[in-house]
């Protein structure tokens, strides 16, 4: 008896150290109504890379502006831009479980908001990586850094409907890859800095446009005045141009300054931020792909995730010394062809 007093004891304060979410699950709703699903979460085909990758939510069919509405009652910890997912919510339900919104239009919430079940939080769009409206919705019960799990399993009838189209339950590095990505734009910096130089750039230019406009018309009546003073004192069958020919090409060359003149700053903000990577890209064969690369060095970085992530998903499911060596050479000799 006493065996048993103490084996009860035991259990009930191991249970008291339990975090309250495991004791009870919480049961949400669809964030879209009604609930279509247009991609379950689990392993798929990219809609914009074309590669096999992670997808960490459930992709919810809505049009333009059509409303989003909070899973559970819960409090805003995150509404704004998010590389990747646009406009993104996050909404803590207490302890580590959290529910992400993204690709909406617009958002009407804001951080440190109280939200109930079913309120509002957003408007439906297509921003980030999107390819049309619908809600990117995202169950996170090990913390906003931790791997997202089927929203299927909190939400009633939402793992039928992805199981209906092959989907639902996928898992993420425990039991299976790593999807490497970039999720921190941290090339917004420098386009914003390079913006505000041109910025800068064009309104000094713009100011002095007045002054050397002036400046230029009276030189443009100096040299009609010369020129024209030169063509009459030269005899007829010495002037090869003759005066209509000269009057036209100096009025091409006229207009062709004033163009440049009072569009300078345009030309010297686009050539700033389109011109010099499209003119450098030239020499790589493709301008499109390396002037996006050099907008966004984010491009770049991925690219070379998607290069060594092989080597590490290989080391982390390889079974001995031997198969990790395997595993480098042939990475290895991918990348110098690559190179």
Request: glycine content about 12%; aromatic content about 8%; charged content about 10%.
């Amino acid at each position: 008896m006493r065996r048993m007093y103490l084996l009860v004891t035991l259990v009930l304060t191991l249970l008291s150290f339990l975090p309250a979410s495991s004791a009870a699950a919480i049961t949400m709703i669809s964030p879209v109504d009604p609930m279509v699903v247009t991609s379950p979460q689990g392993y798929r085909i990219h809609p914009i890379t074309g590669k096999y990758t992670y997808h960490s939510g459930v992709d919810l069919d809505a049009d333009y502006g059509d409303p989003i509405h909070a899973a559970a009652a819960g409090t805003v910890t995150y509404a704004g831009w998010m590389q990747g997912y646009g406009n993104t919510v996050i909404i803590n339900h207490g302890g580590d479980l959290h529910t992400l919104y993204g690709h909406n239009r617009t958002l009407y919430v804001a951080v440190g908001q109280p939200v109930a079940q079913g309120e509002v939080i957003a408007a439906a769009g297509s921003t980030g990586n999107s390819t049309g409206p619908h809600c990117h919705f995202e169950v996170l019960p090990n913390g906003i850094y931790g791997d997202p799990v089927d929203p299927g399993l909190y939400v009633p009838g939402l793992l039928a409907l992805e199981q209906e189209q092959g989907g639902g339950l996928g898992l993420d590095f425990h039991g299976h890859t790593k999807d490497w990505v970039v999720t921190n734009d941290f090339a917004k910096p420098i386009s914003d800095l390079v913006n505000s130089i041109v910025e800068v750039i064009t309104t000094g230019l713009e100011l002095l446009q007045g002054y050397v406009a002036k400046i230029f018309f009276v030189l443009v009546a100096i040299d009609l005045a010369l020129g024209g003073m030169s063509k009459a004192m030269t005899p007829t069958s010495e002037d090869r141009e003759g005066l209509f020919k000269w009057l036209v090409r100096r009025g091409l060359f006229y207009g062709f300054c004033l163009v440049l003149l009072y569009n300078w700053g345009d030309f010297v903000g686009n050539l700033a931020l389109h011109g010099f990577p499209a003119l450098g890209a030239l020499a790589g064969g493709d301008p499109s792909a390396a002037e996006a690369a050099v907008s966004d060095p984010t491009k770049i970085v991925q690219k070379g995730m998607n290069i060594i992530a092989p080597v590490f998903n290989g080391v982390i499911h390889s079974n001995g010394s031997s198969s990790v060596i395997l595993l480098l050479l042939g990475s290895t000799g991918s990348v110098l062809l690559m190179l």
